[in-house]
């Protein structure tokens, strides 16, 4: 029987909204549902008197991917946003991710050969062949001092365990310079929509039908009867009621701020390393917004504080945990989903329980519309 869509997406975040434009593209008729009072997933923005604010963590795009980028700029135009983190470590400044302009605020280096000799050295003393786990990989990079200054605190406050029981790929993601380039991304494209993120989804769900505040798990039948194919991105383990155990995640907790200052930090984003500080990162939403002179000079400025927390099942998922159990288990769902569950598919960052940056989810979404469409 033919349904009245040919495609439901449940989840209406980059991935969903995405795939729901490619298949209108091919002709397709869509439904876009998310459970959020609002679209756009985590890239949704808010406006705080005239301050854009990325209410679900920051959020820089960035891709090496020339298809991605011109896809993008498809609907907005990108401001000069380069992110340059400031790491603080009891009061003291240090720049990231990690480059000259570290080792020399670390050591005092000036030249590359300098800084590559310390490295060297506290690697040896620390006698590590392969790394085995995060802690090793961090010493075997930029030595024990840039570790247990600028890694540590930070990684072990972020994950809520030991760097010893977490994969050395977590740390991968940052580069290591012997250069002085504070850019904090490796990609050719970089930017933030001058119109903001809702610009963009609204841009992708151009002329399709979508509807907020929805849960698909609490209807799924009346659901299930609206179309003839099914994209889920919400957390796979969640679709199946959790009936082979919980997928691990690490969640966030945000506390956002106005303050009677027109320049609180200098910066978009400062790193909190010591494990004793609360919280992250601080966010300072006005410097997402370089060359914007009436929006940097207003005479107040919006901050975000940025706690990790403990994730239970059905709350925020953000950071799937990358280990054994989970992938294996994730596997599992997955091969349920294929056996039992016809006409459905499972994707997106949550659906394939994998940490994307924004551009690989638009990458991952381009591929799999062409798979399927
Ligand atoms: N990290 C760190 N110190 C920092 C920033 C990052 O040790 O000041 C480590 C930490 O383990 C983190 C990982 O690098 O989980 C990846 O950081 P990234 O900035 O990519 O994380 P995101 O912004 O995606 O949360």
């Known amino acids: 029987m033919k349904h009245e869509y040919d495609f439901l997406v449940v989840g209406a975040g980059l991935f969903g909204a995405t795939f ?27 406006d705080a008197e005239g301050i854009t604010v990325h209410k679900y963590g920051p959020h820089i795009f960035h891709t090496h991917d020339e298809k991605v980028w011109n896809f993008v700029n498809r609907f907005v135009s990108f ?41 060297e050295s506290q690697r040896r003393e620390a006698v590590m062949e392969n790394p085995a786990n995060l802690e090793e990989q961090a010493i075997c ?18 994950w809520g365990r030991a760097c010893t029981e977490l994969p050395a790929s977590i740390i991968k993601r940052l580069p290591v310079r012997f250069t002085f380039d504070n850019n904090y991304f490796n990609d050719r494209y970089q930017g933030i929509p001058v119109e903001g993120y809702n610009v963009l989804i609204k841009g992708l769900l151009d002329g399709i039908e979508w509807r907020t505040g929805c849960n698909y798990l609490d209807d799924r039948a009346y659901f299930d009867g609206l179309a003839d194919e099914i994209v889920y991105t919400g957390p796979i383990d969640e679709y199946f009621g959790w009936s082979l155990g919980f997928l691990e995640y690490r969640s966030l907790r945000f506390e956002q701020e106005m303050l009677p200052v027109s320049n609180y930090q200098g910066n978009a984003i400062v790193n909190y390393t010591e494990r004793t ?97």
């Not at 598919?345 to 519309?369: E, P």
């Open 141 to 158: 990079l930029v030595g024990r001092d840039v570790y247990a200054t600028l890694i540590k605190g930070y990684t072990e406050k972020q």
């Open 20 to 46: 729901a434009c490619m298949a209108k593209q091919h002709g397709k008729k869509c439904l876009v549902i998310d459970k959020r009072s609002h679209l756009g997933g985590n890239v949704y923005c808010e």
């Open 79 to 119: 401001n000069r946003f380069t992110l340059n983190t400031i790491a603080n470590y009891k009061g003291k400044l240090y720049n990231l991710p990690f480059n000259m302009y570290t080792f020399y605020q670390m050591w005092g280096v000036t030249q590359p050969e300098e800084a590559r000799r310390i490295i």
């Open 277 to 373: 500080v609360p919280y992250t990162r601080i966010v300072e939403h006005k410097h997402f917004e370089p060359g914007n002179g009436a929006v940097l000079s207003l005479p107040y400025t919006v901050v975000t504080r940025e706690y990790p927390a403990d994730y239970t099942p059905g709350s925020e998922a953000y950071y799937p945990v990358d280990n054994k159990r989970n992938r294996d288990l994730h596997a599992a769902y997955q091969d349920m989903g294929r056996c039992n569950v016809p006409h459905t598919w499972f994707a997106g960052r949550l659906g394939s329980y994998k940490y994307v940056d924004m551009g690989q989810a638009i990458s991952s979404a381009l591929k799999f519309s062409k798979a399927l469409l």
